[in-house]
């Protein structure tokens, strides 16, 4: 699934080698989207391990505002649309701790709701409690 339109591009493996032979150099980028794929995934499985619900969902917040967002008014406004339970299922989490922790975070005054689009207020605070030991969340 993506977020955006998107162009999908469908390369049968005699193909793609015919095609490395004729260009090495794409041997290496191919690796690195490779590498980079893998470590984003094992980020990922670590962070669903690892931190609490509330640190994944503001992570996940700086991630798609990082990728998926425009400045509006001083604010990060995501361009995606998406449902609790999409976020919640990127997380690993459930639909409802997932709205519980959205609205613990508007209420602190890190994130707003406009429609199903969620606007960042206060990055520096996402960005602090994904630092926060575990010791001090919630404190």
């Known amino acids: 699934e993506t977020l955006d339109d998107s162009l999908i591009a469908v390369l049968r493996g005699t193909e793609l080698l015919a095609d490395v032979k004729k260009c090495p150099a ?4 191919l690796l690195k989207l490779m ?3 893998r ?3 094992e980020a990922q499985l670590a962070d669903q391990i690892f931190l609490e619900v509330p640190k994944r969902v503001a992570k996940l917040l ?3 505002h990082d990728t998926t967002s425009t400045v509006s008014r001083g604010s990060l406004l995501s361009k995606s649309k998406m449902t609790h339970q999409e976020l919640a299922n990127m ?3 459930t639909r409802e701790t997932t709205t519980l922790i959205l ?9 707003e709701f406009v429609g199903r689009k969620i606007v960042v207020l206060n990055r520096p605070g996402l960005e602090a409690l994904v ?3 575990s010791d001090a969340f919630g404190k």
Do not use: Y
């Open 26 to 29: 794409a041997v290496w980028e």
């Open 91 to 93: 997380i690993g989490s």
């Open 103 to 111: 609205n613990d975070f508007r209420r602190q005054g890190f994130v």
């Open 39 to 41: 470590a984003e995934a």
């Open 35 to 37: 590498s980079d794929r």
């Open 131 to 133: 630092r926060r030991s």
């Open 62 to 64: 700086l991630r798609l």
